[in-house]
């Protein structure tokens, strides 16, 4: 029921999913007004054959306070499809509502996984050289040291999990103002001792800048809430004035529409590279939750859909507690340096 368009875009983006994970067993719990939603699954005889509707009248606002969704959230929409996961009737959860009250619900509800401390939203950012994993781009306003190597190991796993091989070795950046060790703010510049003497077993490649991102000089760029969003939405508009100013000099005359004639594939293929990512995964929780934009379409919805179902069904969990362990480690001894200087 969330997003700018509710059922009619997401039940399409479930018959495109469907199609697009064609071979793999996937069936999907529908929550929300079933009269609306049967009607549209009438038009898409996939998605009704693949899914059962879960009926609830309420609906968790888009614009309701996380506290104020908490409050009043037991049996939403979204309270159902997360409830779904911990009462093991649903593997993962995606939504196009309200993100803070998505947040505020998942993580009351599935709780962090062992060890973390907060989670991370991350999103997947088309470069030079494919994709990028930019995290965190909103939860965490800010973050200590331990919080942004936290993030650098869930971003490594998210990264194998939905991008990568089966011999996945991802590199790993920091977003910092310069490249040299000096550069950035204190925490930064511990949570990038951690990582290079930690004996986390991460392929830390070191402090990257902005323009690192689009480059795709690492798989996986780890920075906080407040300035992973403000990258993101910086990095999206830019997109679209892109794309509105090649529309416009590409029909500014004859001689050019003609040549876009000839170049429609390739403009094509450019426009949906520079489209926004379809969802960002909540890393951390004990269970899959994926947070698609409320102005999603059913493509980019169903890429979404996509996204949990391969985060769902990795070894995801697995890879993150072993370097858990590991950071722990690093932690105590980092802490114990300092008692022994002191």
Same mark, same amino acid.
């Given at each position: 029921?969330?997003?700018?368009? %509710?059922?009619?875009?997401?039940?399409?983006?479930?018959?495109?999913?469907?199609?697009?994970?064609?071979?793999?067993?996937?069936?999907?719990?529908?929550?929300?007004?079933?009269?609306?939603?049967?009607? +549209?699954?009438?038009?898409?005889? !996939?998605?009704?054959?693949?899914?059962?509707?879960?009926?609830?009248?309420?609906?968790?606002?888009?614009?309701?306070?996380?506290?104020?969704?908490?409050?009043?959230?037991?049996?939403?929409?979204?309270? $159902?499809?997360?409830?779904?996961?911990?009462?093991? +009737?649903?593997? !993962?959860?995606? @939504?196009? %509502?309200?993100?803070?009250?998505? #947040?505020?619900?998942?993580?009351?509800?599935?709780?962090?996984?062992?060890?973390?401390?907060?989670?991370?939203?991350?999103?997947?950012?088309?470069?030079?050289? %494919?994709?990028?994993?930019?995290?965190?781009?909103?939860?965490?306003?800010?973050?200590?040291?331990?919080?942004?190597?936290? /993030?650098?190991? #869930?971003?490594?796993?998210?990264?194998?999990?939905?991008?990568? *091989?089966?011999?996945?070795?991802?590199?790993?950046?920091?977003?910092?103002?310069?490249?040299?060790?000096?550069?950035?703010?204190?925490?930064?510049?511990?949570?990038?001792?951690?990582?290079?003497?930690?004996?986390?077993?991460?392929?830390?490649? *070191?402090?990257?800048?902005?323009?690192?991102?689009?480059?795709?000089?690492?798989?996986?760029?780890?920075?906080?809430? /407040?300035? %992973? $969003?403000?990258?993101?939405?910086?990095? +999206?508009?830019?997109?679209? /004035?892109?794309?509105?100013?090649?529309?416009?000099?590409?029909?500014?005359?004859?001689?050019?529409?003609?040549?876009?004639?000839?170049?429609?594939?390739?403009?094509?293929?450019?426009?949906?590279?520079?489209?926004?990512?379809?969802?960002?995964?909540?890393?951390?929780?004990?269970?899959?939750?994926?947070?698609?934009?409320?102005?999603?379409?059913?493509?980019?919805?169903?890429?979404?859909?996509?996204?949990?179902?391969?985060?769902?069904? @990795?070894?995801?969990?697995?890879?993150?507690?072993?370097?858990?362990?590991?950071?722990?480690?690093?932690?105590?001894?980092?802490?114990?340096?300092?008692?022994?200087?002191?």
């Amino acid at each position: 029921m969330g997003g700018d368009f %509710g059922p009619p875009v997401i039940v399409h983006g479930v018959e495109l999913a469907l199609k697009r994970m064609s071979g793999r067993e996937v069936r999907f719990l529908l929550h929300g007004d079933e009269t609306r939603i049967a009607a +549209e699954l009438a038009k898409y005889p !996939a998605a009704k054959a693949a899914s059962q509707i879960r009926h609830t009248a309420q609906v968790i606002a888009g614009d309701e306070k996380p506290a104020q969704a908490l409050r009043r959230g037991k049996g939403s929409s979204m309270w $159902n499809a997360v409830e779904a996961i911990r009462a093991g +009737e649903a593997d !993962a959860a995606v @939504s196009s %509502g309200n993100t803070g009250a998505l #947040m505020a619900i998942s993580k009351l509800i599935l709780r962090m996984a062992g060890g973390l401390e907060r989670p991370a939203i991350v999103a997947s950012w088309p470069t030079l050289r %494919g994709i990028t994993a930019l995290l965190d781009v909103g939860a965490n306003i800010e973050c200590d040291a331990a919080q942004l190597v936290e /993030f650098a190991i #869930m971003g490594e796993a998210f990264y194998c999990a939905v991008h990568g *091989g089966p011999d996945c070795h991802p590199t790993v950046g920091l977003l910092n103002v310069g490249s040299e060790d000096q550069k950035g703010h204190e925490e930064v510049r511990e949570a990038h001792r951690l990582l290079r003497e930690g004996q986390i077993e991460l392929n830390y490649h *070191g402090f990257v800048e902005g323009n690192d991102i689009a480059k795709g000089t690492v798989d996986v760029v780890v920075t906080d809430g /407040f300035t %992973g $969003n403000v990258a993101l939405k910086t990095g +999206e508009g830019l997109a679209r /004035f892109f794309v509105a100013s090649l529309k416009e000099a590409l029909g500014s005359s004859l001689t050019a529409k003609a040549g876009a004639m000839l170049a429609m594939g390739g403009l094509k293929k450019l426009r949906a590279k520079l489209e926004p990512p379809g969802g960002g995964p909540f890393l951390g929780l004990n269970g899959a939750v994926v947070k698609s934009h409320g102005g999603a379409n059913a493509r980019s919805f169903a890429d979404a859909i996509k996204m949990a179902a391969d985060l769902a069904s @990795s070894g995801y969990a697995g890879q993150i507690a072993r370097n858990m362990d590991r950071l722990s480690i690093a932690l105590k001894q980092a802490k114990e340096g300092v008692e022994t200087a002191t």
